[in-house]
Protein backbone atom coordinates (compact mmCIF):
# COMPACT_ATOMS: atom_id res chain seq x y z
CA UNK A 1 0.00 0.00 0.00
CA UNK A 2 1.41 3.57 -0.84
CA UNK A 3 2.27 5.93 2.22
CA UNK A 4 4.28 9.10 2.66
CA UNK A 5 5.51 8.00 5.85
CA UNK A 6 8.94 9.11 6.31
CA UNK A 7 8.51 11.84 3.68
CA UNK A 8 7.62 15.37 5.18
CA UNK A 9 4.21 15.91 5.10
CA UNK A 10 3.46 20.14 4.74
CA UNK A 11 0.08 21.42 5.94
CA UNK A 12 -1.30 24.95 6.80
CA UNK A 13 -3.68 25.21 9.59
CA UNK A 14 -6.19 27.73 9.20
CA UNK A 15 -8.45 28.74 12.13
CA UNK A 16 -9.15 32.10 13.99
CA UNK A 17 -8.92 29.93 17.22
CA UNK A 18 -4.74 30.82 17.69
CA UNK A 19 -2.84 32.34 20.55
CA UNK A 20 -1.63 35.47 19.30
CA UNK A 21 1.05 38.05 20.93
CA UNK A 22 -1.93 39.96 22.55
CA UNK A 23 -4.16 36.60 23.64
CA UNK A 24 -1.70 34.28 24.97
CA UNK A 25 -4.45 31.72 25.71
CA UNK A 26 -6.66 32.07 22.56
CA UNK A 27 -7.18 29.05 21.29
CA UNK A 28 -4.57 27.51 22.94
CA UNK A 29 -5.70 23.87 22.59
CA UNK A 30 -5.20 24.30 18.75
CA UNK A 31 -1.88 25.20 19.25
CA UNK A 32 -1.24 22.72 22.06
CA UNK A 33 -1.82 20.00 19.14
CA UNK A 34 -0.12 21.48 16.38
CA UNK A 35 2.80 21.31 18.61
CA UNK A 36 2.62 17.87 19.40
CA UNK A 37 2.29 17.12 15.94
CA UNK A 38 5.32 18.70 15.13
CA UNK A 39 7.08 16.68 17.39
CA UNK A 40 6.38 13.43 15.04
CA UNK A 41 8.77 14.79 12.82
CA UNK A 42 6.88 13.93 9.76
CA UNK A 43 4.93 17.02 9.45
CA UNK A 44 6.09 20.48 8.66
CA UNK A 45 2.91 23.65 9.36
CA UNK A 46 2.79 27.15 9.13
CA UNK A 47 -0.31 29.12 10.26
CA UNK A 48 -3.00 31.47 8.87
CA UNK A 49 -4.83 32.71 11.56
CA UNK A 50 -7.08 35.80 10.92
CA UNK A 51 -7.94 38.60 13.44
CA UNK A 52 -11.06 40.74 13.08
CA UNK A 53 -10.28 44.20 11.46
CA UNK A 54 -9.98 46.56 14.31
CA UNK A 55 -7.63 50.19 13.16
CA UNK A 56 -7.27 51.66 16.47
CA UNK A 57 -7.63 50.99 19.95
CA UNK A 58 -11.12 52.54 21.98
CA UNK A 59 -11.53 51.76 25.81
CA UNK A 60 -15.33 51.34 25.24
CA UNK A 61 -14.79 48.72 22.56
CA UNK A 62 -12.19 46.42 24.54
CA UNK A 63 -13.68 43.27 23.13
CA UNK A 64 -12.49 44.50 19.46
CA UNK A 65 -9.59 47.37 20.35
CA UNK A 66 -7.67 43.83 20.91
CA UNK A 67 -6.75 43.31 17.54
CA UNK A 68 -5.46 46.68 16.90
CA UNK A 69 -1.60 45.89 17.24
CA UNK A 70 -1.81 41.65 16.75
CA UNK A 71 1.18 41.46 14.62
CA UNK A 72 0.42 40.29 11.14
CA UNK A 73 3.26 37.96 11.62
CA UNK A 74 4.73 36.30 14.42
CA UNK A 75 6.42 33.31 15.57
CA UNK A 76 5.40 31.20 18.29
CA UNK A 77 6.96 28.32 19.31
CA UNK A 78 9.06 27.47 16.31
CA UNK A 79 6.06 28.14 14.07
CA UNK A 80 5.21 30.78 11.01
CA UNK A 81 2.02 32.33 12.33
CA UNK A 82 -0.08 34.65 10.29
CA UNK A 83 -2.97 37.26 10.96
CA UNK A 84 -4.30 38.38 7.91
CA UNK A 85 -7.25 40.66 8.84
CA UNK A 86 -11.04 39.71 7.90
CA UNK A 87 -14.29 41.86 8.33
CA UNK A 88 -16.70 41.47 11.06
CA UNK A 89 -20.01 43.08 11.42
CA UNK A 90 -21.36 42.93 14.56
CA UNK A 91 -24.67 41.22 14.93
CA UNK A 92 -25.63 40.86 11.77
CA UNK A 93 -22.47 39.37 10.49
CA UNK A 94 -23.22 35.88 11.48
CA UNK A 95 -24.07 34.79 7.82
CA UNK A 96 -21.48 37.07 5.94
CA UNK A 97 -18.41 36.10 8.41
CA UNK A 98 -17.76 33.04 6.32
CA UNK A 99 -17.07 35.14 3.13
CA UNK A 100 -15.08 37.89 4.41
CA UNK A 101 -12.95 34.95 6.24
CA UNK A 102 -12.12 33.15 3.32
CA UNK A 103 -11.37 36.26 1.33
CA UNK A 104 -8.47 36.67 4.08
CA UNK A 105 -7.22 32.90 4.66
CA UNK A 106 -6.96 32.58 0.55
CA UNK A 107 -4.87 35.64 -0.34
CA UNK A 108 -2.74 35.18 2.87
CA UNK A 109 -2.53 31.20 1.77
CA UNK A 110 -1.77 32.20 -1.90
CA UNK A 111 1.02 34.38 -0.76
CA UNK A 112 2.44 31.45 1.84
CA UNK A 113 2.82 29.22 -1.47
CA UNK A 114 3.93 31.47 -3.36
CA UNK A 115 7.02 32.06 -0.70
CA UNK A 116 7.70 28.59 -1.01
CA UNK A 117 5.61 26.90 1.53
CA UNK A 118 3.80 24.48 -0.36
CA UNK A 119 1.76 22.93 1.50
CA UNK A 120 -0.55 19.96 0.06
CA UNK A 121 -3.54 20.03 3.00
CA UNK A 122 -5.50 22.76 4.97
CA UNK A 123 -6.20 21.88 8.65
CA UNK A 124 -9.23 24.02 9.36
CA UNK A 125 -10.42 24.18 13.04
CA UNK A 126 -13.92 24.77 14.21
CA UNK A 127 -17.02 24.45 11.69
CA UNK A 128 -18.48 27.36 11.58
CA UNK A 129 -17.52 30.45 10.21
CA UNK A 130 -13.86 28.53 10.00
CA UNK A 131 -14.47 25.83 8.61
CA UNK A 132 -16.44 26.61 6.28
CA UNK A 133 -13.82 29.42 5.00
CA UNK A 134 -11.34 26.31 5.14
CA UNK A 135 -13.75 24.36 2.54
CA UNK A 136 -14.23 27.35 0.31
CA UNK A 137 -10.41 28.08 -0.02
CA UNK A 138 -8.99 24.52 -0.31
CA UNK A 139 -11.54 23.97 -3.07
CA UNK A 140 -10.27 27.30 -4.89
CA UNK A 141 -6.70 26.10 -4.46
CA UNK A 142 -7.04 22.55 -5.34
CA UNK A 143 -6.45 20.90 -1.76
CA UNK A 144 -7.91 18.85 0.22
CA UNK A 145 -8.71 19.73 3.71
CA UNK A 146 -9.39 18.29 7.36
CA UNK A 147 -11.80 20.17 9.19
CA UNK A 148 -11.86 19.63 13.59
CA UNK A 149 -15.27 19.80 15.35
CA UNK A 150 -14.23 21.65 18.71
CA UNK A 151 -17.89 21.61 20.44
CA UNK A 152 -20.16 24.61 20.02
CA UNK A 153 -19.66 24.47 16.77
CA UNK A 154 -21.17 21.39 16.27
CA UNK A 155 -23.63 21.51 19.61
CA UNK A 156 -25.43 25.04 19.05
CA UNK A 157 -24.45 26.92 15.35
CA UNK A 158 -25.41 23.97 13.39
CA UNK A 159 -28.52 24.70 14.62
CA UNK A 160 -29.02 27.74 13.15
CA UNK A 161 -30.56 27.20 9.29
CA UNK A 162 -27.97 28.09 6.78
CA UNK A 163 -25.10 27.79 9.28
CA UNK A 164 -25.97 24.16 9.36
CA UNK A 165 -26.13 23.79 6.27
CA UNK A 166 -22.89 25.39 5.60
CA UNK A 167 -21.39 23.34 7.94
CA UNK A 168 -23.15 19.72 6.66
CA UNK A 169 -22.03 21.18 3.45
CA UNK A 170 -18.02 21.59 4.40
CA UNK A 171 -18.15 18.41 6.28
CA UNK A 172 -19.28 16.26 3.48
CA UNK A 173 -16.41 17.68 1.17
CA UNK A 174 -14.05 17.84 3.48
CA UNK A 175 -11.30 14.41 3.12
CA UNK A 176 -11.90 13.79 6.73
CA UNK A 177 -13.75 15.05 9.83
CA UNK A 178 -12.09 15.05 13.01
CA UNK A 179 -14.06 15.41 16.99
CA UNK A 180 -12.75 15.54 20.12
CA UNK A 181 -14.92 13.15 21.43
CA UNK A 182 -17.36 10.14 20.58
CA UNK A 183 -20.27 12.40 22.01
CA UNK A 184 -19.25 14.89 18.95
CA UNK A 185 -19.28 12.45 16.56
CA UNK A 186 -22.73 11.36 17.53
CA UNK A 187 -23.80 15.03 16.95
CA UNK A 188 -21.85 15.26 13.41
CA UNK A 189 -23.08 12.34 11.91
CA UNK A 190 -26.76 12.84 12.86
CA UNK A 191 -26.52 16.29 10.76
CA UNK A 192 -26.27 13.55 7.73
CA UNK A 193 -21.98 13.02 7.57
CA UNK A 194 -21.17 9.59 6.78
CA UNK A 195 -19.62 8.38 9.94
CA UNK A 196 -16.89 6.56 8.41
CA UNK A 197 -15.77 10.05 7.17
CA UNK A 198 -15.48 11.36 10.95
CA UNK A 199 -12.33 10.53 13.08
CA UNK A 200 -12.44 10.86 17.04
CA UNK A 201 -9.13 12.32 18.06
CA UNK A 202 -8.91 12.94 21.73
CA UNK A 203 -6.87 16.41 22.82
CA UNK A 204 -4.36 14.93 25.17
CA UNK A 205 -2.95 16.39 28.21
CA UNK A 206 0.97 17.92 28.41
CA UNK A 207 2.04 15.83 31.78
CA UNK A 208 5.27 17.77 31.35
CA UNK A 209 3.82 21.16 31.94
CA UNK A 210 0.92 20.33 33.90
CA UNK A 211 2.13 18.64 37.52
CA UNK A 212 2.15 18.56 40.89
CA UNK A 213 3.30 21.67 42.74
CA UNK A 214 3.86 22.41 46.21
CA UNK A 215 0.37 23.46 47.04
CA UNK A 216 1.19 24.87 50.29
CA UNK A 217 3.58 27.14 48.74
CA UNK A 218 0.92 28.50 45.96
CA UNK A 219 -1.44 28.67 48.60
CA UNK A 220 0.17 30.68 50.73
CA UNK A 221 1.42 33.66 47.90
CA UNK A 222 -2.47 34.02 46.88
CA UNK A 223 -3.40 33.83 50.94
CA UNK A 224 -5.42 30.71 50.96
CA UNK A 225 -7.14 28.79 53.64
CA UNK A 226 -9.18 25.98 54.12
CA UNK A 227 -10.84 24.14 51.56
CA UNK A 228 -10.03 25.52 47.59
CA UNK A 229 -12.18 25.25 45.06
CA UNK A 230 -11.37 26.44 41.48
CA UNK A 231 -13.72 27.52 38.85
CA UNK A 232 -11.11 27.72 34.98
CA UNK A 233 -12.97 29.51 32.37
CA UNK A 234 -13.79 32.10 30.08
CA UNK A 235 -16.33 34.42 32.06
CA UNK A 236 -19.77 33.80 30.23
CA UNK A 237 -23.00 31.95 31.45
CA UNK A 238 -21.92 28.88 29.64
CA UNK A 239 -19.02 28.04 32.07
CA UNK A 240 -21.12 28.01 34.78
CA UNK A 241 -19.41 30.21 37.26
CA UNK A 242 -22.48 31.99 38.69
CA UNK A 243 -23.44 28.64 39.75
CA UNK A 244 -20.63 28.06 41.21
CA UNK A 245 -20.61 31.54 42.92
CA UNK A 246 -24.07 30.61 44.60
CA UNK A 247 -23.19 26.53 45.53
CA UNK A 248 -20.61 28.67 47.93
CA UNK A 249 -23.08 29.96 49.74
CA UNK A 250 -24.02 25.94 51.35
CA UNK A 251 -20.22 25.19 51.40
CA UNK A 252 -18.82 27.87 54.28
CA UNK A 253 -15.85 26.15 54.82
CA UNK A 254 -14.70 26.43 50.94
CA UNK A 255 -12.66 29.28 49.13
CA UNK A 256 -13.21 29.98 45.61
CA UNK A 257 -10.68 31.07 42.62
CA UNK A 258 -12.44 31.71 39.23
CA UNK A 259 -9.46 32.21 36.79
CA UNK A 260 -10.42 33.72 33.37
CA UNK A 261 -11.74 36.93 32.06
CA UNK A 262 -14.75 37.84 30.35
CA UNK A 263 -18.29 39.68 30.13
CA UNK A 264 -19.65 38.02 33.07
CA UNK A 265 -16.88 39.83 35.75
CA UNK A 266 -19.45 42.13 37.00
CA UNK A 267 -22.49 39.77 37.14
CA UNK A 268 -20.27 37.45 39.23
CA UNK A 269 -19.02 40.17 41.95
CA UNK A 270 -22.88 41.24 42.12
CA UNK A 271 -24.17 37.69 42.72
CA UNK A 272 -21.12 37.55 45.27
CA UNK A 273 -22.33 40.37 47.65
CA UNK A 274 -25.97 39.87 47.53
CA UNK A 275 -24.79 36.36 48.87
CA UNK A 276 -22.04 37.13 50.99
CA UNK A 277 -19.33 35.46 50.18
CA UNK A 278 -17.57 38.16 48.60
CA UNK A 279 -14.80 37.57 50.85
CA UNK A 280 -14.28 34.05 49.79
CA UNK A 281 -13.63 34.48 46.52
CA UNK A 282 -10.39 35.78 44.29
CA UNK A 283 -10.94 36.32 40.56
CA UNK A 284 -7.53 35.69 38.66
CA UNK A 285 -7.61 36.89 34.90
CA UNK A 286 -5.58 34.49 32.45
CA UNK A 287 -2.54 33.33 33.30
CA UNK A 288 0.18 31.24 31.57
CA UNK A 289 -0.11 27.40 31.65
CA UNK A 290 2.98 27.14 34.03
CA UNK A 291 0.92 29.38 36.78
CA UNK A 292 -1.82 27.44 35.74
CA UNK A 293 -0.61 24.44 37.04
CA UNK A 294 -0.08 26.02 40.03
CA UNK A 295 -3.27 27.07 40.86
CA UNK A 296 -4.64 23.82 40.27
CA UNK A 297 -2.21 22.34 42.60
CA UNK A 298 -3.48 24.38 45.28
CA UNK A 299 -6.79 23.61 44.64
CA UNK A 300 -8.72 20.92 46.36
CA UNK A 301 -10.97 20.42 43.71
CA UNK A 302 -11.73 21.58 40.17
CA UNK A 303 -15.49 22.73 39.36
CA UNK A 304 -16.54 22.94 35.54
CA UNK A 305 -20.19 23.76 35.92
CA UNK A 306 -20.68 23.91 31.81
CA UNK A 307 -24.11 23.96 30.38
CA UNK A 308 -22.07 22.35 26.90
CA UNK A 309 -18.66 21.00 26.30
CA UNK A 310 -16.92 19.37 23.27
CA UNK A 311 -13.73 17.81 25.15
CA UNK A 312 -13.28 20.65 28.32
CA UNK A 313 -8.94 20.35 29.01
CA UNK A 314 -9.28 21.81 32.25
CA UNK A 315 -10.31 18.61 33.27
CA UNK A 316 -7.47 16.88 32.56
CA UNK A 317 -5.20 19.54 32.80
CA UNK A 318 -6.57 19.38 36.54
CA UNK A 319 -6.04 15.50 36.82
CA UNK A 320 -2.24 16.07 35.76
CA UNK A 321 -1.43 17.98 38.85
CA UNK A 322 -3.07 15.50 41.35
CA UNK A 323 -6.34 17.81 41.27
CA UNK A 324 -10.04 16.09 41.28
CA UNK A 325 -12.75 17.40 39.19
CA UNK A 326 -16.76 17.96 39.66
CA UNK A 327 -18.30 18.36 36.00
CA UNK A 328 -21.70 18.26 34.40
CA UNK A 329 -22.48 15.34 32.26
CA UNK A 330 -22.27 17.08 29.09
CA UNK A 331 -20.52 16.72 25.55
CA UNK A 332 -17.18 14.46 26.39
CA UNK A 333 -17.24 14.91 30.40
CA UNK A 334 -18.44 11.70 30.63
CA UNK A 335 -15.67 10.40 27.91
CA UNK A 336 -13.07 11.96 30.48
CA UNK A 337 -14.31 11.01 34.06
CA UNK A 338 -14.73 7.45 34.04
CA UNK A 339 -12.92 6.81 37.53
CA UNK A 340 -13.49 7.55 41.56
CA UNK A 341 -9.72 9.04 41.21
CA UNK A 342 -10.81 11.11 38.58
CA UNK A 343 -13.78 13.03 40.47
CA UNK A 344 -16.98 13.20 39.95
CA UNK A 345 -20.02 13.97 37.30
CA UNK A 346 -23.09 15.82 38.41
CA UNK A 347 -26.55 15.26 36.10
CA UNK A 348 -28.61 18.55 37.21
CA UNK A 349 -26.80 21.73 36.60
CA UNK A 350 -27.63 23.27 39.48
CA UNK A 351 -26.08 25.16 43.07
CA UNK A 352 -27.73 22.31 44.84
CA UNK A 353 -26.17 19.97 42.85
CA UNK A 354 -22.73 21.42 42.69
CA UNK A 355 -22.49 21.97 46.60
CA UNK A 356 -23.42 18.41 46.82
CA UNK A 357 -20.95 16.98 44.67
CA UNK A 358 -18.52 19.39 46.33
CA UNK A 359 -19.27 17.65 49.90
CA UNK A 360 -19.31 13.69 48.38
CA UNK A 361 -15.73 14.57 46.50
CA UNK A 362 -14.12 16.23 49.48
CA UNK A 363 -15.43 13.11 51.59
CA UNK A 364 -14.00 10.81 49.16
CA UNK A 365 -11.01 12.78 48.65
CA UNK A 366 -9.04 10.74 46.01
CA UNK A 367 -5.20 10.41 46.57
CA UNK A 368 -3.05 13.37 44.49
CA UNK A 369 -0.93 10.90 43.01
CA UNK A 370 -3.87 8.50 41.82
CA UNK A 371 -5.91 11.44 40.32
CA UNK A 372 -2.33 12.12 38.17
CA UNK A 373 -2.15 8.51 37.28
CA UNK A 374 -5.39 8.71 36.19
CA UNK A 375 -4.33 11.58 34.09
CA UNK A 376 -1.42 9.94 32.48
CA UNK A 377 -3.47 7.76 30.64
CA UNK A 378 -4.70 10.89 28.85
CA UNK A 379 -1.30 10.83 26.99
CA UNK A 380 -0.76 12.67 23.22
CA UNK A 381 0.77 9.99 21.83
CA UNK A 382 -1.71 7.65 20.35
CA UNK A 383 -3.88 10.39 19.26
CA UNK A 384 -0.95 12.00 17.19
CA UNK A 385 0.17 8.64 15.98
CA UNK A 386 -4.00 8.26 14.31
CA UNK A 387 -3.42 11.48 13.14
CA UNK A 388 -0.29 11.47 11.01
CA UNK A 389 -1.75 7.98 9.22
CA UNK A 390 -5.04 9.97 8.72
CA UNK A 391 -2.73 12.95 7.00
CA UNK A 392 -0.57 9.82 5.36
CA UNK A 393 -4.17 8.39 3.94
CA UNK A 394 -5.39 11.76 2.84
CA UNK A 395 -2.23 12.60 0.91
CA UNK A 396 -2.16 9.35 -0.53
CA UNK A 397 -5.75 9.17 -1.74
CA UNK A 398 -5.28 13.09 -3.19
CA UNK A 399 -1.93 12.34 -4.96
CA UNK A 400 -2.50 12.69 -8.97
CA UNK A 401 0.03 9.83 -9.59
CA UNK A 402 -2.16 7.42 -7.19
CA UNK A 403 -5.39 8.10 -8.61
CA UNK A 404 -4.28 8.10 -12.29
CA UNK A 405 -3.09 4.01 -11.37
CA UNK A 406 -6.52 3.35 -9.82
Same mark, same amino acid.
Given at each position: ?17 ? &? ?15 ? /? ?8 ? /? ?24 ? !??? /? ?5 ? #??? %? ?13 ? #? ?11 ? !? ?7 ? +? ?5 ? &? ?10 ? @????? @? ?18 ? +?? %? ?38 ? $?? #? ?8 ? !? ?16 ? &? ?28 ? +? ?16 ? =????? =? ?9 ? @? ?11 ? +?? $? ?30 ? %? ?22 ? %? ?33
Amino acid at each position: MPTTRGRIKRILVATTLY &PNANQNRHGIFVETRLR /QLLKSGEVEA /QVVAPVPWFPFKIASMEQYSIYADVP !KHE /QRNGIEV #FHP %RYLVIPKIGMLLTPI #FLAISLFFCARKI !KKNGFRFEL +LDGHYFY &PDGVATAVVAKL @LKVPY @LITARGTDINLISNYKIPGK +LI %RWAARGAAGNITVSAALKEKLTSLGVAADKVHVLRNGVDA $EL #FVMHDSQKTR !KELNLTGTVLVSVGNLVE &PKGHALVVQALKQLPDCNLLIVGKGEQLTD +LKRIADELNVSDRIQYIN =EVSQS =ELAKIYSAADL @LILASSREGWPNV +LL $ESMACGTPVLATRVGGTPEIVTAPEAGCLIDE %RSADSIAAGVKALLQSSPRSEDTR %RYAEKFSWKQTITDLVGLLDKILISSSPITAKSQ
